[in-house]
């Protein structure tokens, strides 16, 4: 089952612009993940928020987390080429054991 | 930049046959999970170890596919006989055992059953 949906399910954008991507969830966490497939490989593990955490950045990357609305929002900041991929959020419940469940992910493209 | 090995790449194969799939981790990780990815969606969790234990395997179509991870180190999973509708992204991924930790991704093995 998914339990993340992200929003938009798809975004175009120009080099060197912002890209925002949304994420909702439904039950409750102990940390929510965000994660980057280029086409036709395996998923790159981007940046953990845990559920007592509101904001974290990594480079160009800010991940915020509303754990009230049951949401979270990757952003992308000065865009490049080279971010044009899947991104996808994952949840790992409180009952869980430790599995991720994953939404259907943003297909982001970034044009020269 | 993947970590994880996975064998093989891709994989075609003819409705009726048998497959299988190789993973090996990244060394120390304890907990081991088999994806399967339909182009356009996330990952399905297909079955989860934990060591040579099996964790969950709730998703995973018994009748035909089966996997093992006999010493808690590397895996295999197997398709027999396989269908038209396994063909996919299977993908391998794993982590530390305990909470809030990363998955790590191999690059998986794209199946087509012809």
């Known amino acids: 089952s998914q339990q993340g949906e992200e929003d938009p399910q798809a975004l175009s954008i120009q080099e060197g612009e912002n890209a925002t991507m949304n994420c909702s969830y439904k039950t409750s966490i102990n940390n929510l993940q965000w994660y980057r497939q280029n086409s036709g490989r395996g998923l790159v593990h981007l940046i953990l928020i845990r559920s007592n955490e509101r904001e974290k950045h990594s480079g160009r990357l800010r991940v915020t987390l509303d754990t009230s609305k049951k949401s979270s929002s990757l952003l992308i900041t000065a865009s490049r080429a080279a971010d044009t991929a899947s991104y996808f959020c994952?949840?790992?419940?409180?009952?869980?054991?430790?599995?991720?469940?994953w939404g259907a992910g943003t297909k982001l493209i970034i044009k020269p | 930049e993947a970590e994880v090995a996975q064998s093989p790449r891709y994989k075609i194969t003819e409705k009726s046959q048998a497959v299988a799939f190789w993973c090996d981790p990244i060394?120390?990780?304890?907990?081991l999970y088999w994806y399967r990815q339909i182009l356009g969606q996330g990952p399905e969790l297909l079955v989860q170890?934990?060591?040579?234990?099996?964790?969950?395997d709730s998703q995973l179509p018994k009748d035909r596919f089966s996997a093992e991870r006999l010493k808690g180190v590397d895996s295999t999973l197997k398709i027999q006989p396989a269908e038209l509708g396994d063909s996919a992204m299977y993908l391998c991924a794993s982590s530390s055992a305990g909470n809030n930790q990363p998955q790590h991704f191999g690059d998986g093995t794209r199946l087509s059953i012809l």
């Open positions: 060394s120390g990780h304890a907990t």
């Open positions: 994952a949840t790992d419940a409180e009952d869980s054991n430790y599995q991720l469940i």
């Open positions: 170890f934990q060591d040579e234990s099996v964790v969950d």
